[in-house]
């Protein structure tokens, strides 16, 4: 049984950080392209950061670039997203994803808010 489980949000204000992670079980997380969306209220889903393996490659949307850093660890099966010099606009919950064709799998989420 896939399960993503994410952690680490939390209320944090302007310019501070917040680190999540995604605990992965039930396939060969090794191999597997993993990726953090966001979701904002009453906007769409959107894709923040991606990271492959092997190789490692990252990519990011341009809102994040320069201030979030998605990393891995394939021994813990952990997914992380690093997120400095918060912004209000970084409020939304934020979601673990994989795909397995022909499925996609989502973790629960975690509420991040950026306020003073």
Same mark, same amino acid.
């Given at each position: 049984q !896939?399960q993503?489980?994410? =952690?680490? /949000?939390?209320?944090?204000?302007?310019?501070? #950080?917040?680190?999540?992670?995604?605990?992965? &079980?039930?396939?060969?997380?090794?191999?597997?392209?993993?990726?953090?969306?966001?979701?904002?209220?009453?906007?769409?889903?959107?894709? !923040?950061?991606?990271?492959? =393996?092997? /190789?490692?490659?990252t990519?990011?949307a341009? #809102?994040?670039?320069?201030?979030?850093?998605? &990393?891995?660890?394939?021994?813990?099966?952990?997914?992380?997203?690093?997120?400095?010099?918060?912004?209000?606009?970084?409020?939304?919950?934020?979601?673990?994803?994989?795909?397995?064709?022909?499925?996609d799998?989502?973790?629960?989420?975690?509420?991040?808010?950026?306020s003073?």
């Open positions: !896939v993503l489980v994410e =952690s680490g /949000g939390g209320l944090v204000q302007p310019g501070g #950080s917040l680190r999540l992670s995604c605990a992965a &079980s039930g396939f060969t997380f090794s191999n597997k392209v993993m990726r953090w969306y966001r979701q904002a209220p009453g906007k769409e889903r959107e894709l !923040v950061a991606h990271i492959t =393996s092997p /190789g490692r490659i990519t990011y341009d #809102s994040v670039k320069g201030r979030f850093t998605i &990393s891995r660890d394939n021994a813990k099966n952990t997914v992380y997203l690093q997120m400095n010099s918060l912004k209000p606009e970084d409020t939304a919950v934020y979601y673990c994803y994989t795909r397995l064709p022909p499925n799998y989502w973790g629960q989420g975690t509420q991040v808010t950026v003073s």
